[in-house]
């Protein structure tokens, strides 16, 4: 299993193993990183030098790399998938991180296997069956609520299989793995990892009549997610795994989030370390910062906690997918190539190079860098005057009054520009005096040591105290390891002088053996074996949403007691309209047009029908229809006849055709 049922891990994003280095030293228990191919980011890989040089430092901390390998595969991608398992678990990496069943079908290594968020869990059933094929660590909907969690917690086995649970960053709107839009307008496959993110884009909202029932807003774009209040029901919910999503994010934000949340995660291991089921960390050592984590000083479409305490109307960021920053004042003047702004904090400092924004009369965000910025004058520390990169005259809808955010803060930036961590490992020094010398012995707070011996001659000290003072000095010195000592204790007949260069050589040998026994102590995460006899899927039927696209994924699912599997949208056997995304964010909800919300008002009950609704973006147009039964909304679309046609020659070169019922 990849976690016991009392540890807590903070799982963090990395785009490439610098960031991945960084992630660890700001606090990261685990971080899970793209391999050389297949891991559902287009621009996202990483070669094998990179991944083992991320590997060797995490190991040092027993920190874990996950490696993301959760496309849906080809059958002629199978044998390249396989063989990168093999290559990523022979560079140390600790666990895959899969979405086709089709991998369970090949000869992998002995690595452990988690459930990747394109698995679309989000029942008790599916997890406790992901459970029992052989995953050991499944990431659950970002959808749920914290009763639901609990309640798969309640059929899955804890020390079998650790729950995993998005705590922050951007939101995608549809169940994850449920969302064809992408693919049906470009040809580019979300599950394949080259999402076009349609879901970022403005649309018309119109009515079947063709009534405008919102103009230009982007209705499929989510705040983004943000669960710093919710972490201590989650872990009484059964969440043991916390995942920051971000694999395409930059150093500042993987430094930022990942100390917000080690922090946050700190409190909660310290309020709870005599409880009658105490936490532990996942891995070794505690980390200090040389900055106070701010999430709102990253990139954020402002934040929601999405569905995790109940169906709420504000999760959805309408007016912009861009990043509005924080308000810090108001435009009191425009010059001829300046701008006066009276700043709300008398502590707020502008800087050169910082960027702001502001809200046109359309509610689009316009920016606004700064080239220059000065105090208005010295006596008054909430005057400021910009001057910025470009003319006024660009600048639309820019007036006396305008409120002015600031999304980006250059002061911030240059503080994670720098070396902004410090994580040190627990130790505990012994010197002890032997016949012809001396030992030193380093233990660690996870109980490995480390020795060193030296041939010395005992020197007796003209001045005892200053001798004891100078061994506890020279020996508490380890700046430059990943060490911190707590204590220095000397097993001596009487302090002895011992020259600075004899203990610095002992200390330095102690350290190189304390490491090699904290390698050659972590064991790999065992792979789990699957139940035998298979146990059966929760269900008989398999349609085109459950991204069946290989024949070893068919034989998964027929073996587990399905007996209809269609293939995956990208096979193209779906060219009618179908629905492209099912999502739980409910447009009608957002726009407060649900039936069930107008239930019982005067005026409005009952003429609000179930009719669908239209998207339209240019020459695009999509359908909602709402299920109002699980409270779901369908985005119906079909295929373009000009991706089919872009894609023939590659379905014909790898033709897939699924049997609609079990074979004889």
Known sequence: MSLLPYQLELLSPARDADIGIEAINHGADAVYIGGPAFGARAGAGNDLRDIERLIRHAHRFHSRIFITLNTILRDDELEGARQMAWDVYHAGADALIIQDMGLLELDLPPIQLHASTQTDIRTPEKARFLQDAGLSQIVLARELTVPQIAAVRAATDPARCAIEFFVHGALCVAYSGQCNISHAHTGRSANRGDCSQACRLPYQVVDDTGRFVAHDKHVLSMKDNNQSENLRALVDAGVRSFKIEGRYKDIAYVKNITAHYRKLLDDILEERQFSEQPLARASSGQTTFTFTPDPLQNFNREFTDYFVNGRKADIGAFDTPKNPGQAIGWVTKLGPDFVELEVSNPETVLHNGDGLCYYDLQKELVGLAINRAEPVSARHKTQWRVFP??????????????????????????????????????????????????????????????TAQVAQAHQQATDPGKAEASLHEQLGRFGTTIFAVHDVSLSLSQPWFVPASVLNALRR????????????????????????????????????????????????????????????????????????????????????LCPKQAKGVIGVKGTIKAEPLHLINGKEKLTLRFDCKPCEMHVMGKIKRSVLQQQQKAVQEQPLQFYRTRPT
């Not at 350290?511 to 390698?519: G, P, Y």
């Not at 995460?525 to 349609?543: G, I, K």
């Not at 399905?562 to 009618?576: F, K, P, Q, T």
């Open 389 to 450: 990169k470009d003319p006024l005259a660009n600048l639309k809808d820019l007036r006396k009054g305008t409120e002015i955010n600031r999304n980006r803060d250059m002061d911030w930036v240059r503080t994670l520009d720098k070396k902004s961590s410090d994580r040190r490992i627990g130790l505990w020094v012994q010197l002890t005096e032997i016949v012809n010398g001396f030992a030193l012995t380093l233990t660690d707070e996870d109980g490995f040591t480390g």
């Open 509 to 592: 040998e102690a350290a190189t053996a304390l490491e090699a026994a904290r390698l050659s102590g972590l064991q790999r995460l065992p792979r789990a074996q699957p139940v035998e006899p298979p146990v059966p899927y929760p269900e008989d039927t398999l349609s085109y949403l459950a991204n069946v696209f290989n024949h070893k994924a068919r034989d998964f699912y027929a073996k587990h007691g399905v007996r209809v599997i269609d293939a995956a949208y990208e096979s193209h056997e779906e060219e009618g309209e179908v629905s492209l995304m099912i999502t739980k964010h409910c447009v009608r909800f957002s726009l407060s």
